[in-house]
């Protein structure tokens, strides 16, 4: 499924985050940048090694939840990683949304920074963070479309990787559900 917004599009896939032929590729990644499970250990383990040396390099104090930092693609065909740090689910009382909004927005702002024309991200916090998929897919949705309707933004492709079909209907009805930017309509 795919919107326009602005003079760009927002698309949902179901498969392999990693084989994408983008731009960037974000990864929901943990606060200590160590890799891990998930999306993440994927991203790790398709990029190889050089993708922890510079982490530790470069960011060893780590990340904090809500922000983001960059990498080189290493072995991936995607020229950047986007590391972003979601919440862990707490029962949203905690600041979750606000924090998985500010992972978002950190992450495709950063692409945006890069000069990224397209990017592929996953659920963040959805996996074993345990984010509900319900309440992460508009606060998704209407990051990665606001990102799209920046006028100056180099953007044109945002990518949301699903892992499930019922991940993948979760975010179909929260991008039907969503009023988007100028430039919305279609699909």
């Known amino acids: 499924m795919e919107r326009r917004v602005g003079r760009g599009s927002l698309r949902l896939w179901r498969g392999?985050?990693?084989?994408?032929?983008?731009d960037a590729i974000v990864s929901a990644a943990n606060s200590q940048l160590a890799g891990g499970g998930g999306v993440d250990g994927a991203i790790h383990r398709a990029a190889g090694p050089g993708l922890m040396g510079e982490l530790r390099a470069r960011h060893p104090s780590g990340c904090p939840t809500g922000s983001a930092v960059a990498t080189a693609g290493h072995r991936l065909s995607a020229g950047h990683v986007i590391h972003a740090v979601g919440p862990r689910w707490q029962g949203g009382e905690r600041g979750e949304p606000e924090l998985l909004a500010m992972a978002w927005r950190s992450a495709l702002l950063l692409a945006a920074r890069l000069g990224c024309a397209s990017v592929a991200a996953p659920s963040i916090s959805t996996g074993v963070y345990?984010?509900?998929?319900?309440?992460?897919?508009?606060?998704?949705?209407?990051?990665?479309?606001?990102?799209?309707?920046?006028?100056?933004?180099?953007?044109?492709?945002?990518?949301?990787?699903?892992?499930?079909?019922?991940?993948?209907?979760?975010?179909?009805?929260?991008?039907?559900?969503?009023?988007?930017?100028?430039?919305?309509?279609?699909?």
């Open 16 to 22: 392999d985050l990693t084989t994408l032929q983008v």
């Open 130 to 187: 345990g984010y509900p998929v319900a309440r992460a897919a508009p606060i998704a949705i209407a990051a990665a479309a606001a990102a799209l309707a920046v006028p100056t933004t180099p953007l044109r492709l945002t990518i949301i990787v699903l892992f499930s079909e019922p991940d993948l209907d979760a975010y179909r009805r929260a991008l039907l559900a969503q009023r988007l930017p100028s430039g919305g309509a279609g699909g």
